[in-house]
């Protein structure tokens, strides 16, 4: 069985401050992860994915991630927030086979000027 | 990159009729495609997954009778609600998958019924 879990519902930060977006996962074979982002009344966007290449993962939009296999973790960061960044963020894990999404209950990012 | 395209965007529809979503991948062959709904300020959940020329596999809770799906060739699967009601209202989702482990996102459609 496998599952993704969005630590935090929403997050609020600063114009210019670091982002922290914490994902944590459990699956019984080698995942694929990835992190999507929704503006309001659209649809979604790839920020970035990792699977099994390297471990520390640079999407657009200067967010990235990193797989920690020892902490089941993937936690999105950037390092200065923005106010277009603000949105929902969704976690995902993937299983080869089948192809299946399973998503996290997602993070709702507000970013204040 | 890989196009998704979903048909209408917006749809309004009276209580009782049906309406019927498109799903196409425009540069690419699907081998499997999945429906999605999400309900406002949640997570996406998968309905149904479906392979070119097979039945749809239904998630458990979800009305396969309710929600018709069809995946009559690679690049196109539709969604057909059936008898819409409006708790039916929501934020359609649909995506393609290849042989990886990737899935490529419609832009969804927003289903109103009054």
Redesign the interface.
């Known amino acids: 069985a496998q599952s993704v879990t969005q630590l935090d519902s929403h997050v609020s930060v600063s114009e210019g401050t670091p982002v922290l977006l914490r994902c944590n996962y459990s699956s019984s074979y080698s995942p ?1 992860l990835f992190w ?1 982002v929704q503006h309001p ?4 966007q ?1 920020l970035l ?1 990792y ?1 099994s290449a390297a471990t520390l993962v640079k999407g657009i939009n200067g967010f990235e991630a990193e797989f920690k296999k020892s902490e089941t973790s993937f936690h999105l960061t950037k390092p200065s927030a923005h106010m277009s960044d603000a949105a ?1 963020y ?1 976690c995902v894990v ?3 086979t ?4 399973y ?4 993070t ?1 990012l507000t970013v204040i000027p | 990159g890989a196009v998704v395209s979903q048909h209408p965007s917006r749809v309004i529809c009276k209580s009782g009729t049906s309406v019927k979503i498109e799903c196409r991948s425009l540069d690419f062959q699907a081998t499997t495609m999945f429906w999605y709904r999400q309900f406002p300020k949640k997570s996406l959940m998968l309905m149904a997954t479906s392979n070119e020329g097979s039945k749809a596999t239904y998630e458990q809770g979800v009305e396969k009778d309710k929600f018709l799906i069809n995946h009559a060739s690679l690049t196109l699967s539709t969604l057909t609600v059936t008898s819409a009601h409006p708790e039916d209202s929501s934020f359609y989702i649909c995506s393609a998958g290849t042989s990886g482990r990737f899935q490529y996102f419609g832009p969804g459609t927003r289903l109103t019924v009054t």
Request: proline share 0%; net charge positive; hydrophobic share 25%.
């Open positions: 694929s999507y009344n659209k649809g979604l790839l994915k699977t929902e969704f993937s299983l080869g089948g192809n299946q999404f998503f996290g209950t997602g709702s």
